[in-house]
């Protein structure tokens, strides 16, 4: 038996108990010590299913029909205790609210090393190392409820990396971090490899990741392998739209596509009319008494507005979005919706205005099915229940899930559920679309078609996403809301805001390949585009 591979992955398939259909099929691969191995492929391929299978939770947390073997240095798994596995693979999942248990930082990434019966003395040390590794010393003491998502993800990471594991396994580590700390994340990645440990990451930021020169990709399509070599051989298998890929590869390929037809107007608003529909008014507002964490915010949503928000992970986005649709009243200055006092409506009267996809699809999902998951939200606006019925199946259609109708969400995969959430607003018709990280866990191709679908979609008359894909904002937005240590640093049309690198430097955001790309061309354009447009010009 070769012992000389950490991870040999033997004719794997696994059906959910709950679900028809294996999830994965006939999965085999070996990955070598110190080897980066990047899966990737469209959301609910199978790509979660086969982390699952590798760390132990399948069969042991997630029920159903296993076949093939897993073998850990030359070892089966299939008779280990998770908290053996645990010491030689560890995990940092999708979704860190999920991962994270501890109240305080510091118990959350000694939480692992306490259940190995390790000295306090031992403990403190690899806790503080991990922390420092990371880069995240300064959150040492602070309560993992107030982290911001991004923040999250790293002290998940903490917490795995103190248990010093030979095989780490990374579902969409990047998902939720600003575009300088996913950079951060991939250095730590490729030292930890460079370092001899096995490291399996799924991610759908491909571009990102090649930056660290992954040594192989294995590219997943409906639970089966499509692909498995080095990196220049998934351009040649796998199809533009489905991957993210650096802007040049893009236009390389779409010049020989038809030219898409750019969609930047609200068909609400095609009338021109640009009122007011959200204001605020010297906003400050701080979850604890000593520390304010937005400093005088004043701005105006207008009819017509379809804004990106962008900083650095815990600048205050999510607080200050949050002060929009009533979640949270400020402390002093105000909010006005349609000109009334967000401290005088219930989140219920806003939520007919304003509709909010949260960060993470654990905070929204509840309901047995999809469908029930949609028609909850129209149910109490009281809309017609033939109107609800139709509203339900064009949301549905619009995140390409109409075959899930009738699937528990939760039993999803977080990429479906992240769409689920965003259908689930869709379908309350609120004239104001906010959505936090809106691509997070979403392949390329979905992400694309659903905010292309979402921009033509009538009723709505102002979108706002906060967002770390700075490329998002360069193909959608119509105006950039930048925002660093809880102010508002910059609030322009996206061709004045985001041209100025050394200020998206100095905001933890990184110049895209597109964006330099619509930055050299705009003399000539006028306009930022996608690749694919810049591919015609």
């Keep these: 038996m070769p012992t000389d591979f950490p991870l040999v992955v033997e004719n794997l398939s696994f059906r959910y108990r709950d679900r028809e259909g294996a999830a994965i099929h006939d999965i085999s691969f070996t990955a070598r010590r110190g080897e980066i191995l990047l899966i990737a492929g469209a959301s609910g391929c199978g790509k979660t299913t086969l982390i699952r299978c590798i760390n132990g939770l399948i069969p042991r947390s997630y029920k159903g029909e296993e076949q093939g073997r897993i073998l850990v240095f030359g070892e089966e798994t299939k008779g280990w205790t998770l908290a053996r596995v645990s010491q030689k693979i560890g995990t940092v999942l999708q979704d860190p609210e999920r991962q994270i248990l501890g109240t305080k930082v510091l118990s959350e990434v000694a939480f692992g090393l306490e259940n190995l019966g390790l000295s306090r003395e031992e403990i403190f040390q690899r806790v503080d190392e991990a922390l420092a590794f990371l880069k995240i010393s300064h959150l040492r003491d602070r309560e993992t409820f107030n982290l911001s998502g991004g923040e999250k993800q790293k002290v998940a990471l903490a917490g795995v990396l103190a248990m010093r594991p030979s095989i780490l396994l990374l579902d969409e580590p990047l998902a939720s971090l600003d575009p300088a700390s996913a950079q951060d994340t991939l250095d730590t990645v490729r030292l930890l490899a460079d370092q001899g440990m096995t490291v399996l990451m799924v991610e759908h930021r491909v571009e990102d990741v090649l930056r660290i020169r992954p040594d192989r990709v294995l590219f997943l399509s409906e639970g089966r392998i499509r692909y498995l070599g080095d990196v220049e051989g998934l351009y040649k298998q796998v199809n533009y739209k489905e991957v993210k890929l650096p802007a040049e590869r893009i236009m390389e390929f779409a010049k020989f596509a038809p030219a898409p037809a750019e969609m930047k107007i609200l068909p609400s608003v095609a009338d021109g009319k640009q009122e007011t529909l959200v204001k605020f008014e010297n906003v400050a507002f701080g979850y604890d008494v000593d520390r304010e964490v937005l400093h005088g915010i004043n701005l105006e949503i207008k009819r017509g507005d379809v804004i990106a928000v962008l900083g650095a992970n815990g600048a205050g986005k999510t607080t200050f979005v949050k002060h929009a649709i009533g979640l949270l009243k400020p402390k002093s200055g105000r909010v006005l919706v349609d000109g009334r006092d967000t401290r005088e409506a219930s989140v219920a009267q806003i939520a007919g205005t304003l509709g909010y996809v949260f960060q993470s699809p654990s905070h929204m999902l509840f309901a047995p099915t999809v469908h029930d998951e949609l028609a909850f939200g129209p149910t109490n606006l009281k809309h017609p229940k033939d109107q609800i019925a139709k509203e339900v199946k064009e949301a549905l259609r619009t995140v390409n899930l109409s075959d899930k109708e009738q699937d528990p969400p939760l039993a999803l995969s977080f990429g479906q559920q992240k769409r689920v959430s965003i259908a689930a607003i869709l379908a309350m018709r609120s004239r ?70 050394d200020r998206l430097n100095a905001n933890r955001l990184v110049p895209t390949s597109l964006l330099e790309l619509n930055v050299k061309r705009f003399p000539e354009t006028g306009r930022f585009l996608r690749a694919e447009g810049l591919a015609h010009i």
């Design 432 to 501: 104001i679309l906010v959505m936090d990280e809106p691509t997070a866990g979403q392949d390329y191709q979905n992400y694309m078609n659903f905010m292309d679908a979402i921009l033509q979609m009538p009723g709505f008359e102002a979108i706002l996403f906060i967002t770390h894909d700075v490329d998002l904002a360069v193909i959608y937005a119509n105006r950039v809301l930048m925002v660093a240590d809880g102010r508002l640093v910059a609030d322009g049309a996206p061709q004045d805001v985001l041209r100025d690198f």
